[in-house]
């Protein structure tokens, strides 16, 4: 399926909201990050800049005329960082048309040579915005060179989430009787937004098979699956859907096609590949939300980073059980959602980075630098029990769900923190390290498609 996705943090969807129920209609410019994926393009605002008050000659509840200084400084920024201008309006009032009229699109055609003109690019997107009852209504269209296309889709990212069809994009009204439970739970919308999500998995092992089965029972039916390895004999003990006979296969498979029994029209698609493979990598970009389900540090580093260069929110999530001759001792599990606004996993401590470093190394030279103490033991590995990461999964599932329906505290943590053998549970929140990555006061947040990629080397 190709779509074009606009990708809005939740503080300027908050600001084109507040725009859109102006008495008047209200004109500004949008810039953008860009990302060209396999699914078409995702526009990942980084910054509105609305046309000033003395720029309009006229302004009416239902036309605007605006002066050309009203919006060439933003085309003129947009040409200094490497964004994409998006020239947006608003129709205001309830009952208002949200698509463009024909005045619309007498604008856009005086426009788009301008914009991509003025700030070198060969993308030219122009949005329409009017109220909505939870998310804007709107439309646009997206011109990419010689090809005109409709903008499909709106995604709202934060501490809460929201994802809209544009009022021109046909959407079926008709929910499966299977899902009749879940409708009944959370409604209707819920449904629709689940089964129009890409998520991606990244690990399919223990905690990784129990999200994908859960994900696609719940509706979802566009999944990445992400995984190097082959299915082992202690892995049958949790993953999902293998069997002893299994055993030696790729767990990325053994995973999709235990899925596809469950849900024969869902889209799975297989990488038996690492994380830290820049062209797998890549790959996520089309991806709506993200689980890490891994439990190296080098991949964990990469879903960090992925998270705040391309707006994605990513739910990374461990288990930890500390035995002792045979006694386990303690039971703890990790969720944390990365977001705009929202330390990443390096500000929170969650990603060790000589490790990370040593995971990326060659065998050979690995046990080279640990001999002579330049390196860090990678260790053996960590017990796993199928209760306690399917415990984790659930939690980490729950943590998407809320994330659109919103049943939870206001504000919503950053991470939830599990001692299962003290019955506890605990939740934080973090503010981004100044100047980091994911800070939104920096300077590469929704950056997008840039070289380097994520803005960090990648081996061969």
């Keep these: 399926m190709i779509h074009s996705t606009i990708v809005l943090p939740n503080w300027i969807a908050d600001d084109l909201s507040a725009a859109s129920h102006e008495h008047d209609e209200k004109a500004g410019v949008l810039l953008a990050g860009l990302a060209r994926t396999r699914t078409g393009l995702r ?38 960082t490497g964004m994409v201008p998006i020239w947006l309006h608003t129709h205001p009032g309830r009952n208002a048309l949200t698509v463009r009229s024909e005045y619309d699109e007498i604008v856009d055609d005086e426009l788009s040579e301008t914009f991509r003109v003025r700030s070198g690019q060969s993308v030219y997107t122009s949005v329409v915005i009017s109220p909505g009852d939870n998310l ?22 934060g501490p809460r989430w929201s994802l809209a069809a544009a009022v021109d994009i046909p959407v079926s009204e008709r929910i499966p009787a299977m899902f009749d439970r879940q409708v009944r739970a959370f409604g209707g919308d819920l449904q629709q937004i689940l089964s129009n999500l890409t998520i991606a998995i990244v690990g399919c092992g223990g905690t990784g098979s129990a999200v994908g089965e859960q994900l696609v029972r719940l509706g979802v039916r566009s999944i990445l699956l992400v995984d190097p390895d082959e299915l082992s004999d202690s892995n049958v003990t949790r993953v999902y859907g293998s069997t002893p006979a299994a055993v030696g296969r790729p767990k990325v498979e053994v995973l999709s096609e235990h899925l596809r029994r469950i849900a ?54 461990g288990v930890l059980l500390s035995s002792s001759l045979g006694l386990l001792q303690g039971i703890d599990g990790r969720v944390t959602v990365l977001f705009p606004g929202e330390a990443c996993l390096v500000c929170r401590g969650r990603v060790d980075l000589a490790r990370a470093q040593a995971e990326q190394l060659d065998p050979s030279e690995r046990e080279s630098l640990q001999a002579e103490g330049y390196a860090p033991e990678l260790g053996a590995m960590e017990p796993a029990v199928i209760p306690f990461t399917s415990m984790v999964a659930s939690i980490a599932v729950a943590e998407l769900i809320e994330r659109f329906v919103g049943y939870g505290p206001d504000p919503e943590p950053g991470e939830i923190l599990t001692r299962y053998h003290e019955r506890e549970i605990s939740t934080n929140s973090r503010a981004p390290t100044p100047r980091h990555y994911c ?22």
């Design 264 to 317: 024969p029209d869902a889209l799975v698609s297989c990488f038996q590949n690492k994380i830290t493979e820049e062209k797998i990598a890549r790959k996520l970009t089309e991806c709506d939300v993200v689980f890490g389900c891994t439990d190296d540090n080098a991949g964990r580093l990469v879903l960090s980073r992925l998270s705040s260069y391309y707006l994605t929110p990513v739910i990374d999530m």
């Design 136 to 157: 804007m209504r709107f439309s646009g269209i997206v011109i990419d060179g010689d090809d005109v296309s409709s903008l499909q889709r709106m995604l709202v990212v």
């Design 43 to 80: 526009l990942l605002v980084r910054e509105v800049h609305w046309v000033p008050d003395h720029a309009y000659s006229r302004r009416t509840p239902r036309s605007l005329s605006i002066l050309s200084e009203g919006y060439v400084p933003a085309l003129a920024r947009a040409e200094d």
């Design 439 to 460: 800070d939104p006061e920096g300077e590469q947040l929704g950056t997008g498609d840039r070289t380097p990629f994520l803005g960090q080397t990648w081996r061969n």
